[in-house]
């Protein structure tokens, strides 16, 4: 025979949480969830941002292989004619892949010309062209260029205006920032040079810096 106090002893206490412990619990939980989401979030958009500059060093390193078969001129912004299409299309073959083109936090998808004798010259997907100092009229040869490092060739687009264009900074014309994508990535984008790197900007630092559009550095 058990003796009482040895009774009481084997018992099992059945207590359970009272209605103040759980609210804690789940405000803890809140709390940490508050606290760790946007910390995840950041991180997997760091991730991205990543991998559209290795993209963007692709296309530059496609570039520059086809600047050595055309007597190290660069492509053109676009082309017309019997020989329709963009610098994306013409560069392609080169880089040999299209998904290289379109940027994994979103943006325009490519879009080759639709045949040779298209009128639609397709879209570069979510990367645009320095259009106004490299894609307009002839084509411009390395050499010509003063600074290739410090000369933007690409960089982020949101097509809204233009579906191959990377315009210069001026904030008197609205609609070119209207296509730049200045802040796809956080608070920043990532941008191609005339020598084949690469480089993530903070919109506000890419903003006040208009010269790296120019190809003769004032």
């Not at 000369?151 to 920032?177: L, Q, R, V, W």
């Not at 020598?195 to 993530?200: E, S, Y």
């Not at 919109?203 to 003769?216: A, R, Y």
Request: some cysteine; glycine content about 8%.
């Amino acid at each position: 025979m058990f003796s009482a106090r040895t009774q009481d002893s084997l018992k099992v206490s059945k207590k359970g949480f009272t209605l103040i412990e759980l609210l804690v619990v789940i405000a803890i939980i809140a709390i940490l969830a508050a606290i760790l989401f946007p910390v995840f979030a950041r991180a997997r958009e760091n991730a991205r941002r990543t991998s559209c500059l290795s993209n963007l060093k692709q296309i530059g390193l496609g570039i520059m292989q086809y600047t050595q078969d055309y007597d190290e001129k660069l492509p053109l912004y676009s082309y017309s004619g019997t020989t329709l299409g963009n610098w994306a299309s013409v560069s392609q073959p080169y880089v040999k892949s299209t998904q290289l083109f379109e940027c994994p936090s979103g943006g325009q998808k490519y879009a080759p010309p639709y045949s040779r004798w298209a009128t639609d010259p397709g879209t570069s997907g979510a990367y645009g062209y320095n259009w106004e100092y490299l894609g307009a009229g002839e084509a411009i040869s390395l050499a010509a260029i003063e600074e290739t490092a410090r000369t933007i060739m690409s960089g982020e687009i949101t097509g809204t205006e233009n579906m191959t264009a990377y315009y210069a900074h001026k904030p008197a014309i609205p609609t070119y920032d209207a296509n730049n994508a200045y802040t796809r990535h956080l608070d920043g984008s990532n941008v191609l040079f005339c020598d084949g790197h690469a480089k993530f900007f903070s919109g506000t630092s890419l903003k006040s810096q208009p010269e790296l559009w120019l190809t003769d550095k004032p």
